[in-house]
């Protein structure tokens, strides 16, 4: 890092592991020019990150390293995914609500997508959790390809549409002079793209 600040002192956004709350590091990405961080965070649920996701990841750790970039004036965004098959709608909530309450600069929902030829597609196909629609060609972070007893594809949709117009309403009203400038470049750049997926959110919103 001290290499890259004395020869090219360019800011910089990199990927983080969610469990490195090393004050030291993160001060030290601050020293170098690191303008913001991504972390996948995936679940606010504990259950769900150690037993169906396997990741050994606290959520203490989660804030720590979110304090920690807030601290040194890092930007902090995080990926979240629901819709995994057992999960429950009150831990789906427990997400959203984990989402909230960290206050990123960006938070980023998902549908869980079980892509072919993973664990989760085959467990999804034994179980009959897939709809009756899936196919490789469908195969969108945006559209909900599950369904159990739990929650059906359309709950997912409509409630992950939700977050996400809510986070950039935020994120509109908190940073204005940033989401204008990446989402005007946009519009003129690819205007029916955006037109498009603004019609899709709207469209599973409701």
């Known amino acids: ?54 990741k050994p990841l606290k959520l203490d750790q989660v804030r720590e390293v ?7 004036g890092i930007s902090t965004n995080g990926f979240f995914m629901v819709g995994f098959p057992e999960e429950t709608m009150e831990q789906i909530k427990k997400t959203f609500k984990f989402a909230h309450e960290l206050k990123l600069n960006k938070s980023f929902f998902h549908v869980v997508t079980p892509l072919p030829g993973t664990e989760l597609e085959r467990i999804c196909r034994e179980k009959g959790y897939l709809n009756k629609n899936y196919s490789y060609d469908n195969l969108e972070y945006f559209n909900a390809n599950i369904s159990t ?18 986070d950039n ?16 470049s946009y519009l003129f750049r690819y ?16």
Do not use: W
């Open 1 to 54: 890092l001290d290499r890259y600040k004395k020869e090219i002192a360019l800011p910089f956004f990199c990927n983080i592991r969610a469990d490195i709350d090393d004050e030291g590091m993160i001060k030290a990405l601050g020293y170098a020019g690191c303008s913001g961080v991504y972390f996948g965070i995936e679940s606010g649920d504990e259950e769900i990150l150690h037993k169906v996701i396997r």
């Open 66 to 72: 979110a304090r920690l970039s807030k601290k040194v």
């Open 149 to 166: 007893d739990n929650f059906s594809s359309e709950q997912l949709e409509k409630m992950v549409a939700k977050e996400i117009f809510r």
């Open 169 to 184: 309403l935020t994120y509109m009203f908190k940073h204005f002079g940033q989401f204008a400038k990446t989402h005007i």
């Open 191 to 206: 205007p029916k793209k955006f037109f498009s997926y603004m019609f899709i959110l709207l469209k599973k919103m409701f």
